[in-house]
């Protein structure tokens, strides 16, 4: 019996940040917006999303007189994203 993926990393837009996050340290949110090519408001919602599911981490600060808000993945969140892929391998070589 396959195992169920995790219907929080079965978006594309939040694979993609998963996958982003997995390979820096922290990213703001300008950059992963360039990088996804999502709209900002898509974006902040799926990004809340992984936050409230403590995949991610969000920080928000000002620099200046603007707002900068940065993430970065959780220890959670690589161990789900770990196990998204594995699932992954198991229904490829069934």
Do not use: H
Not at 77 to 90: D, P, Q
């Amino acid at each position: 019996m396959l195992k169920e993926l995790d219907p929080l990393l079965y978006s594309q837009l939040r694979l993609a940040v998963m996958s982003i996050l997995l390979s820096v340290d922290e990213a703001d949110f300008v950059y992963l917006k360039e990088k996804t090519g999502a709209t900002s408001g898509n974006l902040s919602v799926q990004i809340d999303k992984l936050s409230a599911a403590e995949y991610i981490r969000v920080r928000k600060e000002f620099v200046g007189r603007k707002t900068r808000t940065s993430c970065q993945i959780t220890e959670k969140g690589r161990e789900a994203f770990e196990a998204y892929v594995n699932t992954l391998k198991e229904y490829l070589n069934w």
